[in-house]
Each structure stands twice: as structure tokens, then as C-alpha cells.
């Protein structure tokens, strides 16, 4: 069973600085694309970024680019995410996701972490 746990989560101030990890067990870790999504209170879910099986190819949204930055090592099993220069509205629940490609697609994916907690005061 396909398990992803997050952690990295917090209370930040605008402009600063988090990274959050998800752990992920259950199957070949390095075969899988990686992905975080995020929700915010009232909106749907939205993705944020995605890297490939190998880590060479990554996928961002338009409104993290430059910001945020999606790693993964594949002997640890983790996802990262770096996310830089936050703001107020990056503030949401982040979940990582994996799927069934190798490539960082942004739908299609099949499993979900428990979420962490961001937010950014201003």
C-alpha cells in the first residue's frame, strides 16, 4: 500500500523561507513522478509542481515559478519542496501525490498524503 507522509509545514512570514518533505513507501519510489498540490480555505485544489521519476524534468505552476523549487531523492524515498519569497496567498494545505507515469504530468494522480499546513502572514 502506496503511503505518503508529509512534514515541513508552518507558520511563516511573508517573504521567508519553508521546505516540506513527503516520504513515501509502499512501492519503487524511483519509477513514479512526484507532485504537490495545495488548497487554500474556499478554493479547489490546485497543483504546484511536479518532477519526474528521475528528478530531470520538472513542471511548475505559473504562480510559483522562480520561487518554488521540487527535488526528490531516490534513495530516501522524499519528495521536496523549497519554496521561497512566500506570500500571503501561498498560504493553503500542501499535499504531495504520486500516480502511475514517470513523467510530471499535472492530473492523473492516484495518491495522496495527509496534507501539512502553510501559512504566510503578512
Known amino acids: 500500500q502506496v503511503q505518503l507522509v508529509e512534514s515541513g509545514g508552518g507558520l511563516v512570514q511573508a517573504g521567508g523561507s519553508l521546505r516540506l518533505s513527503c516520504a513515501a513507501s509502499?512501492?519503487?519510489?524511483?519509477?513514479?513522478?512526484m507532485g504537490w498540490f495545495r488548497q487554500a480555505p474556499g478554493k479547489e485544489r490546485e497543483f504546484v509542481a511536479a518532477?519526474?521519476?528521475?528528478?530531470?524534468?520538472?513542471n511548475y505552476a505559473d504562480s510559483v515559478k522562480g520561487r518554488f523549487t521540487i527535488s526528490r531523492d531516490n534513495v530516501q524515498n522524499t519528495v521536496f519542496l523549497q519554496m521561497s519569497s512566500l506570500k500571503p496567498e501561498d498560504t493553503a494545505v500542501y499535499y504531495c501525490?504520486?500516480?502511475?507515469?514517470?513523467?510530471?504530468?499535472?492530473?492523473?494522480?492516484?495518491?495522496w498524503g495527509q496534507g501539512t499546513q502553510v501559512t504566510v502572514s503578512s
Open positions: 518532477i519526474s521519476n528521475s528528478g530531470g524534468t520538472t
Open positions: 501525490a504520486t500516480g502511475g507515469s514517470w513523467y510530471p504530468t499535472r492530473t492523473g494522480y492516484d495518491y
Open positions: 509502499g512501492r519503487t519510489f524511483s519509477r513514479y513522478a
